[in-house]
């Protein structure tokens, strides 16, 4: 056995959970901060706000795919608890689908004709964050109920990477089933 698996073993396995996911947690909580800063100080008329979401939306994306995919993988090799490994794909679950929630939530706040289907009378961010939330839930697992629906190209664009990344997940859990060792 090598000698940095060695290393990782003896370590407590929720602080190399953490370990392991920071930099995707601090990369979506610092771009959430930025959206909320944007959208309460910024005019969004003069600036390119959906390309800014699109972008982030992107880099979000490669760091979730790559970084913490390739550590999950490692932090996977040692897994042998199945709670454990529940807690691995739960977390990486819930940081993508709310990374997502945030980027819709700024597209529908920097113009309301992004999304259709969102109540007219939801005009606070937290109370649209929810609406996303679940929006993102629903396009995350496949199911598209259709009640809210993108309109714009931005919007489309961001929801294709958002079903990219649920499928790109899947894909590599079911890769991975063979790998998880689990001591009873």
């Not at 930099?23 to 390119?48: C, E, F, N, Q």
Request: aromatic share 16%; charged share 10%.
């Amino acid at each position: 056995m090598s000698d940095s698996l060695k290393h990782i073993q003896e370590k407590p396995f929720y602080r190399l959970l953490f370990g392991r996911t920071a930099l995707p947690i601090i990369t979506i909580l610092g771009i959430a901060l930025l959206y909320v800063i944007l959208m309460s100080m910024i005019d969004h008329s003069t600036l390119p706000f959906h390309i800014i979401i699109a972008v982030a939306a992107l880099t979000k994306t490669i760091v979730i795919t790559t970084t913490t995919l390739k550590q999950l993988s490692q932090l996977m090799k040692i897994c042998h608890s199945l709670e454990r490994l529940l807690w691995v794909f739960g977390l990486i679950l819930i940081i993508s689908i709310f990374s997502f929630a945030t980027d819709y939530t700024c597209l529908f706040q920097f113009s309301h004709t992004t999304f259709e289907g969102v109540p007219d009378y939801s005009n606070s961010y937290i109370y649209n964050l929810y609406h996303f939330f679940y929006f993102s839930v629903i396009t995350f697992s496949t199911v598209g109920y259709g009640d809210i629906t993108p309109v714009s190209e931005i919007a489309k664009f961001v929801v294709m990477l958002e079903i990219f990344l649920s499928f790109f997940l899947i894909v590599f859990a079911l890769a991975n089933i063979k790998k998880i060792h689990i001591n009873e």
